[in-house]
């Protein structure tokens, strides 16, 4: 079946700005994706198996899933599965950079503590399909300010989508009742946001909570299905990446920055956990892109 791509070329070197396109089985999710974009996916009609980050879900529509660039995500379904993508680069539009004006960033993407996605209630699906239209619309007029009202549109989507996750939060903290653990996770979140740059070992943050390495691990698996050393590895990444995604400074000042004094180990460190260099990614999503919006 031909599926239509509704696409924006970036002039300056011929990359994909934005794009949106419609899907009606997992045939574009497959194999495991790591795109040089931004990638929303909303997902109309059937359910699907999504692994993103190597963590596995069960995906059932309505629902809106968001990923970074060079997130790793599959997405499988055996039956029907019906929706739209929308791709967009950082140089189209940077998320570190409005971060504050659209709230996405640590929500909708770059979040290390809950699943990509969102579910959606039949009338934010067609809020969201407005929007689209919208756009299509506008990738089809090379007119007046058709770069201003693609960015707009986007902003509203993710506006939205920001705001539907933030409001589906506080189910996700109060699920385990008045046990003690959410109270110890938030204090390892705000642990881990004001020393990620220099505490790096799972020991440091059982230390700074008072409570031992096993417990503290033991809390973490359960509720995120993630190790400690993986948090902490993630939140280190989403700063370098922020890095090199909006500055010119050098990698090595990068590294000293995030408490490495060897340049070469948090390179090592950085392919290892996001599977490119950081020059690569600086080269394909990084500052030059984001200086320019």
Known sequence: MYTTHYTMIDPQNGNLAFRIFPFEDASSFEPIQRLSYFSLILIQEGSAHLTADFNEYQIDAPALLAFSPYQPFMLQSSAPIKGWVINFHAAFFCIFKHHEEISSNGLLFNNIYQPPYLQLSPQDVLHFEMLIEQMIVETQKPELAQYELL?????????????????????????NGNTKEPFVLQ?????????????????????????????????????????????????????????????????????????????FYFSRFFKKNAEISPQYYRDTVGFAAGERV
């Open 187 to 263: 204090k390892l979140k705000d642990a881990i946001e004001a020393h990620h740059r220099s505490k790096h070992s799972a020991s440091d943050y059982a230390a700074l909570l008072n409570i031992s390495p096993k417990a503290l691990a033991k809390i973490t698996k359960a509720y995120f299905h993630k190790t400690l050393t993986d948090l902490i590895s993630e939140r280190i990444i989403i700063e370098a990446k922020r890095e090199l995604y909006l500055t010119s400074k050098p990698v090595k000042e990068i590294a000293y920055e995030l408490g490495f004094e060897d340049e």
């Open 151 to 175: 960015i707009s549109y986007l902003k509203i989507v993710l506006i939205k989508a920001a705001r539907l996750k933030l409001d589906q939060q506080p189910a996700l903290k109060e699920e």
